[in-house]
């Protein structure tokens, strides 16, 4: 069955940097665009990014872009988050999810989804 497992969350200062991990199995990761999104407290899922199969073709959410970057490791079936110049509002959990069709920014249409891993942007 489809699994994907988040890491690499934690506490960290405003302006600092975290890099998240996405760890895929149960599918044939690279055949399959890929998807980050958030959930601040008391607030609804948030689209961040999402990466096609090979990595080429990348798309952001306008808050992120230039702070964030999206990629993937097919051979480990993973992908990744970066996240640099954090802020106090990127504040949430994060999520990797999986949608079995056609690309989409609307996070109520994934199908598949982690546990999430908490990013807590604090001084």
């Known amino acids: 069955q489809v699994q994907l497992e988040e890491s690499g969350g934690g506490l960290v200062q405003p302006g600092g940097s975290l890099r998240l991990s996405c760890a895929a199995s149960?599918?044939?990761?690279?055949?399959?665009?890929m998807y980050w999104v958030r959930q601040a407290p008391g607030k609804g899922l948030e689209w961040l990014s999402c990466?096609?199969?090979?990595?080429?073709?990348?798309h952001y959410e306008d808050s992120v872009k230039g702070r964030f970057t999206i990629s993937r490791d097919n051979a480990k079936n993973t992908v990744y988050l970066q996240m640099n110049a954090l802020k106090s509002d990127d504040t949430a959990v994060y999520y990797c999810?999986?949608?079995?069709?056609?690309?989409?920014?609307?996070?109520?249409?994934?199908?598949?989804w982690g546990q999430g891993t908490q990013v807590t942007v604090s001084s």
């Open positions: 999810a999986l949608r079995d069709g056609s690309l989409t920014r609307n996070a109520l249409e994934y199908h598949y």
């Open positions: 149960g599918f044939t990761f690279s055949g399959y665009w």
């Open positions: 990466i096609n199969t090979g990595g080429d073709d990348i």
